[in-house]
């Protein structure tokens, strides 16, 4: 969890970076320092709210999974009886 935290912050700080470039502005401006933690929580709350996504996403496919192995079983149980009641 704390890499994808920390690729988002770092990727925040490198847009930031960006647009002072765009801009042809000093990336180290005094007035202007406070942008940057800005950039990097907005950057790591998205990669927290990513990382939630994601666990949600592998739980429900988990999930279904689970249910289709299920199934599958089931199934396999029914045509092993069937066999066994023809033969």
């Known amino acids: 969890m704390v890499h994808r935290v920390l690729f988002w912050t770092g990727f925040g700080v ?5 647009q002072l470039g765009l801009e042809m502005r000093p990336f180290f401006n005094r007035g ?8 990097a929580g907005v950057g790591a709350s998205f990669g ?9 996403q592998s739980a429900i496919l988990e999930e279904r999974k689970q249910s289709i192995l299920e ?11 069937k066999a066994g009641a023809t033969a």
């Open 14 to 18: 490198a847009v930031r970076f960006w």
């Open 32 to 39: 202007s320092l406070w942008a940057y933690p800005v950039f």
């Open 48 to 56: 927290y709210w990513l990382q939630g996504v994601d666990e949600r």
């Open 71 to 81: 199934k599958r079983a089931r199934k396999a149980a029914r045509d092993a009886e």
